[in-house]
């Protein structure tokens, strides 16, 4: 029984030696299939596409390679640059002679073979003298360094940078486009070569033949509005290389600022008044309907954004604007209008060649901005003139009249005279005594130094400055030369008081005015 128990556990000994031999073959042999080769080599043993070991050769080559998560798609990128075309799949090659490939140039052997589950790639330069190896190896170091250079420069760009071919395939792209494209496509599928394009093709190949830039948006998995880039193409010697600002935050603030200007346009197209508002260039940005209404001037120029001056000779080509003596000393002006404009000085009267009256005004806007209101005043001015004819036809009636009135306000002021009344009573014996603001108290000062006393200018001053159980009345008053006069006081509507003065012959009280005065 024992010797059974010590014979069967020397097999089971024997047994676990023989199997961790085979192990450690099996793993020499591996590793020997990866690394082992006579010459200088980077070899890559991959599972599928997923990278299981590669040598230092291999990982510096992969550090030339495109930036992405699969490096299967790393390399097919690497070498399409050099005219290779590797195998779209590793499970793709297939047990048997080992697929062989050169490079363009000649330089480089690439050998692909399958060794049961694993696929190995190996690429070693096919020149075989050791001082061209050791030459090519400095110019390879020299070349990495550069590399690393310029990756790590466009990799910190916060903007996309991407390089295609004629044929519009991506060839390589920096950090930032492998990151939008992420932000495109949220899913775990792993990227593949060439990088999917994410900008509109039409687009692009648009700006490429134009070299124009344009706006592109880009949608974004997660956001439900877009983002806005300003794209840009250069030429290459096979194809071209774009870049891609985000100007997202440039994009709102000019919707706003649109918004805005639109919701100022349909604010001002109520007005009755032309508006136009000219930039910092002295471009026009800004007017609202009533403009076109005011100056004739068509809503296709107002559109094209004139200058302030190609505006003014337009108006001045409509008969829009006084008419000047000459055109250097009209330009003149209009460089002093736009100055007193700039400092919110400008308002004057044009008074048109066809009878129309317009006020102008200029006023400073920020930013630099100047703007110009239009409005006609035709009307009111002609309202104002029959005004002021009506006031002058009533004041030749009343100067006509023998009888000296005076008229106040409710408050006091005197109001209206006429020449009978300020020859009568104005120290200096003229008219004037409106225009100086004259009241009530001021005025009876005047009567009591020009005649005896008497208690009716106190009972004047009372009437026309009280509003209530006014009633006409009158009083004989006495001059300081003895000439007696009917003092009538009558109260007008509005709360005025008309005091008129009046001798008992008023057919002779021109001539005893000018008799009291001499």
Not at 55 to 67: I, M, Q, V, Y
Not at 140 to 153: G, P, S, V
Not at 205 to 224: E, H
Not at 270 to 299: C, K
Request: charged letters at 25%; aromatic letters at 8%; glycine letters at 6%.
């Amino acid at each position: 029984m024992l010797t059974s128990l010590v014979a069967a556990g020397i097999s089971f000994a024997a047994a676990l030696l023989a199997l961790f031999a085979f192990r450690v073959l099996d793993g020499r042999r591996t590793r020997a299939s990866l690394a082992d080769t006579s010459e200088p080599a980077a070899v890559f043993l991959f599972s599928g596409r997923h990278l299981g070991d590669a040598s230092a050769l291999a990982t510096d080559l992969l550090d030339a390679a495109p930036r992405g998560r699969d490096v299967w798609a790393r390399l097919t990128a690497f070498f399409s640059t050099e005219g290779v075309a590797l195998p779209s799949d590793p499970d793709a090659v297939m047990d048997g002679e080992p697929l062989r490939l050169i490079t363009s140039d000649m330089s480089r052997d690439i050998t692909i073979e399958r060794l049961g589950e694993n696929v190995r790639v190996t690429v070693k330069n096919r020149d075989d003298d050791p001082q061209l190896v050791e030459i090519e190896t400095l110019a390879w170091q020299a070349t990495q360094n550069e590399l690393a250079t310029l990756r790590t420069a466009t990799d910190s760009l916060p903007y996309l940078v991407w390089r295609q071919n004629s044929d519009g395939r991506i060839v390589w792209a920096n950090r930032a486009y492998f990151a939008a494209i992420d932000d495109v496509d949220r899913s775990d599928t792993p990227q593949t070569w060439p990088p999917r394009a994410i900008f509109d093709a039409e687009s692009l190949a648009r700006m490429a033949a134009t070299g124009v830039p344009g706006r592109l948006a880009l949608y974004l998995s997660d956001l439900p509005t877009p983002q806005w880039y300003e794209c840009t193409a250069r030429p290459l010697a096979d194809g071209h290389l774009f870049s891609a600002i985000n100007v997202n935050d440039a994009v709102s603030a000019e919707s706003h600022r649109q918004a805005f200007t639109q919701t100022l346009a349909k604010t001002f197209s109520h007005l009755t008044a032309g508006l136009a508002v000219f930039d910092r260039s002295r471009r026009l940005v800004l007017f609202n309907p009533a403009l076109t209404d005011l100056t004739a001037l068509s809503a296709e120029f107002l559109a094209a954004r004139p200058t302030l001056f190609t505006f003014l000779d337009r108006l001045r080509d409509k008969q829009m604007i006084p008419e000047p003596k000459d055109y250097i000393g009209w330009r003149g002006q209009m460089a002093e209008l736009e100055a007193a404009a700039e400092h919110g000085t400008y308002s004057e009267i044009w008074s048109l060649p066809g009878g129309r009256t317009f006020r102008v005004t200029g006023r400073p806007h920020p930013d630099g901005a100047v703007a110009f209101v239009f409005e006609d005043i035709s009307a009111e001015m002609s309202l104002t003139r029959r005004f002021r004819t009506e006031l002058e036809l009533g004041q030749s009636v009343i100067d006509s009249f023998d009888e000296a009135i005076a008229v106040f306000a409710r408050d006091g002021s005197l109001i209206l005279s006429n020449r009978t009344y300020d020859r009568l009573w104005c120290p200096a014996g003229g008219a004037g005594l409106v225009t100086e603001h004259m009241t009530v108290k001021e005025a009876s000062r005047f009567w009591m130094a020009g005649s005896r006393p008497t208690p009716v200018w106190g009972e004047i001053r009372d009437f026309v400055l009280n509003s209530r159980d006014r009633a006409g009345w009158d009083e004989v008053i006495e001059l300081a030369d003895g000439i007696e006069m009917l003092c009538r006081v009558q109260p007008l509507a509005g709360g005025a008081t008309l005091v008129g003065f009046s001798t008992e012959a008023t057919d002779r009280l021109g001539e005893q005015i000018d008799l009291i005065r001499a």
